[in-house]
């Protein structure tokens, strides 16, 4: 699962170091559209970060066609990492963490059911959106600090991501025990 959230960012990540910015957002797009394609031949919902990701690399690639170019890799990667961060931040401001849609296709209807269940999906978000806000701030010291190396912004990016999915990855496990040991 963590797998085909994280793709169109992995894609994203490795065809700007590869390709044109271009070519690296529309390429994001088009693995974004296609994990929402997956999950909906596997009877899935549509997930908000895929469709709003998928939004975001389309947006930020015609806007780079109609306006001729303008934005560094670095602004490109700051105008992600903001849009994934409205998508998370919204998603809280609707009272819908967006992990909350993949839970709810990989936990048991009976832990749905719990009032814990929506808590947890409230701090595993927040854990991604702290995530989030370290890649915006590698972003910023990147463009600002043009001195910097760009390895320490990715290495900042990746550190984030991998705390992130660990994060979920163990807290997900922990709660969904105390669940089942309640339930006993």
């Known amino acids: 699962m963590l797998f085909l959230i994280l793709a ?99 936990v048991e209807p009976e832990i749905v059911a719990q009032p814990a269940f929506m808590t947890t999906n409230y701090i595993l978000t927040w854990a991604w959106i702290g995530a989030f806000i370290l890649m915006l701030i590698a972003d910023i010291l990147l463009i600002y600090w043009p001195s910097l190396p760009v390895w320490i912004g990715v290495a900042t990016a990746f550190a984030a991501r991998n705390c992130a999915v660990y994060f979920t990855t163990w807290y997900s496990a922990r709660r969904r025990a105390q669940f089942v040991a309640r339930a006993r």
């Open 8 to 106: 169109p960012f992995a894609v994203f990540g490795a065809m700007m170091m590869l390709a044109t910015p271009l070519i690296s957002l529309f390429a994001a797009s088009a693995v974004a559209l296609g994990t929402i394609a997956f999950d909906m031949a596997h009877g899935r919902s549509v997930k908000a970060l895929a469709a709003g990701s998928s939004i975001v690399f389309a947006t930020v690639g015609a806007y780079l066609i109609l306006s001729g170019g303008g934005i560094g890799d670095h602004g490109i990667r700051l105008v992600v990492d903001l849009g994934v961060l409205a998508i998370a931040l919204g998603s809280i401001a609707l009272r819908l963490p967006f992990t909350l849609q993949y839970a709810r296709e990989v």
